[in-house]
């Protein structure tokens, strides 16, 4: 029997795409690069992976991370059948089931960061002082060549057993992220180490790019936040997490929940920067997720 999953999949036409060029991108194949993302099954052969991260620390203790998401723009032909379809649905719909992908799963397969595989990508150079200020940043096209596909489980697991000296990097990367959490005023609180690094890793890349947008007056799609909720919605919101109490809802559930109340109620996109409350009125982008927003 078809599942509503398996329909939106077959209706989905995927045109010819566009075979993306190496010219004029910096190669960065020889970082050491990882990726961390959340899996129930702990099965990463069956996931796309839409960021990965590389790190060194210079001798005067300045972090350079590097964030890399796939350049699924090289992909796209311009005016075609892809674009009218992206166009039209502007983001991923979830729904209970299924989902209504932005990008089709044949392309986000072949932009999603596998490692062994040398892709195109989009790379955040972030300097970062030992206190955690945001010192400098660069964006430019890259090559990647990600070593480990993790998943959160897994990388958790290398973080407390130091067990291979290649991801012996791991633990400097959530030094860093709980650094950048506490500077934000946020509390680490039951947040593993692997999802600690994935937050503050994403969050760093549209706080600094949207600086750089900001400060520059280029026109940039800002994730504007006031801070207000509707007597309505904060009902609605203590509901829901009442529900995922009492339903023991995955990590991955809530998130998506909130993320969820967060655009109905509060969340709005505007080229002009309106600040957003949850980062002290800074300007926020949302950079770090090419396939799936």
Do not use: W
Not at 45 to 74: E, Q, R, T, W
């Amino acid at each position: 029997r078809e599942t509503a999953q398996d329909h939106v999949k077959k209706q989905i036409v995927v045109p010819q795409i566009i075979v993306p060029t190496i010219e004029d991108r910096t190669d960065l194949t020889s970082l050491f690069t990882i990726s961390i993302d959340s899996s129930r099954s702990g099965d990463v052969s069956k996931m796309l992976f839409d960021d990965a991260f590389s790190m060194n620390v210079d001798s005067m203790g300045n972090y350079i991370l590097f964030i890399h998401i796939p350049d699924v723009d090289c992909y796209i032909p311009r005016k075609g059948e892809i674009e009218d379809f992206m166009r039209g649905i502007g983001e991923s719909v979830y729904a209970k089931d299924m989902v209504t992908p932005l990008l089709s799963y044949s392309i986000a397969g072949k932009c999603s960061l596998e490692h062994g595989k040398v892709k195109p990508s989009l790379t955040y150079m972030i300097k970062i002082d030992p206190k955690g200020n945001i010192k400098d940043i660069a964006f430019f096209k890259s090559l990647v060549n990600v070593n480990y596909n993790l998943s959160a489980n897994k990388a958790n697991t290398f973080m407390a057993s130091n067990s291979d000296e290649r991801l012996n990097i791991l633990n400097p990367m959530y030094e860093l992220a709980a650094k950048l959490r506490r500077k934000r005023g946020e509390r680490i609180g039951n947040r593993t180490k692997s999802y600690v690094i994935m937050d503050e890793f994403n969050i760093i890349a549209d706080l600094a790019v949207a600086a750089y947008f900001n400060d520059q007056k280029i026109i940039f799609p800002y994730k504007n936040y006031k801070g207000k909720k509707s007597p309505v919605s904060q009902i609605n919101i203590d509901q829901t997490e009442q529900f995922i109490r009492v339903n023991n809802i995955s990590e991955e559930g809530r998130e998506l929940i909130n993320s969820i109340f967060d655009i109905n109620n509060r969340v709005f996109y505007d080229t002009v920067n309106h600040g957003n409350a949850a980062y002290k009125g800074k300007p926020v982008g949302n950079v770090g997720n090419p396939m799936i927003s």
